[in-house]
């Protein structure tokens, strides 16, 4: 059996394209292996480098092969982009990771595990059951405009809105039965949205970095769990400044010539993340005056002198390294630095 100092895997459905090399100045392998003959191939081959990129099936791939003794690798498809030639084909692709793994300052992804997966799968859930509740609501009140009923913002008027449509006899009954059903679902999804919180707060409790997490302002179960198995690694970054850029939070750069230009935040990087920071640091803008300590004292004055989402923003990156000193060191939040007053 031939003996590879690294493997570049392109990972589909079905067909997975393969191109490994021998040594530095040799001919590469390349091969397409189907779903079977892939973990055949793998079974009986010496261990060595495999990469892959970090993409749909990419940690299950990479837990089979690990178990298998090969090393496994994962790379931000945006990191593997720069080395293919030319033109876009699965072996292309292929010899691009090989290329790219081999780079001594690339970064990689961590390998998630399969319960790391299945509580991310709890939030992709929530998130959509959210979203399809959101367009039931939206639904809901654009059809009401247009006979005159309105109430006010938020999910918790939705109730209003239907108890007044119920009670409009100027409304027709078929207007009533398509209230009744947009009602009824958005009950249904509120449950189902109520359920999977107590299951993403169990799987929270259970973690020890997330029960770390959650003594920090503004980091609940939610961003706890969700921050703790997307990143099993906090030592893949160099710093928290590091961890916040991941997550897009750090301001765009088009400096030149040594004149330094900073735009918005880059908005790369895990978006979830990113979103439910940003909302949760919107609350403790609110009630940052009733605290005390340095980062208080911090909060308060960044919001006397930015505006809100601003200021939010820059909380949430701030919290972002809190998070990732925290992962990183499995120390404690110092409470002393925000505590009531």
Known sequence: MRKFIRIGVDLAKNVFQLHGIEREDGS??????????????F???????????????????????????????????????PYVKRGKNDAADAA?????????????????????QAVLMLHKTRDLLVKQRTMAVNALRGHLHEFGLIAAKGIH????????????EGLPEEAKEAVTLLAGQSEQLDMKIDALEKQIAKA??????????????????????AMAASHPDPNVFKSGSDFAASLGLTPSQHSSGGKERLGSITKKGNRYLRKMLVVGCTSVLRVAHKYKGALAEWIIAIKARKPERVA??????????????????????????????
Request: aromatic share 8%.
């Open 96 to 116: 691009a990771i090989c290329e790219a793994m081999s780079r001594p300052e690339m970064r990689f992804v961590p390998v998630k595990s399969a319960d790391q």
């Open 204 to 225: 929270s409790g259970k973690n020890p970095m997330s029960r770390l997490l959650k003594e920090i302002p503004a980091i609940g179960p939610l961003i706890s769990s």
């Open 28 to 41: 590469p392998f390349q091969r397409k292996l189907t779903r079977v003959k892939f973990r055949e191939f």
């Open 157 to 168: 008027r939705v109730q209003e809105l239907v108890a007044l449509a119920l009670a409009d």
């Open 43 to 81: 079974s009986r081959l010496t261990p060595c480098r495999v990469g892959m990129e970090a993409c749909g099936s990419a940690h299950y791939w990479a837990r089979v092969l690990g178990a298998m003794g090969h090393e496994v690798v994962l790379i931000a498809p945006a990191y593997t982009k």
């Open 312 to 341: 939010a923003v820059a909380l949430a990156n701030k919290l972002a390294r809190i998070c990732w000193a925290v992962l990183s060191t499995g120390e404690s939040f110092r409470q002393e630095l925000y505590t009531r007053a």
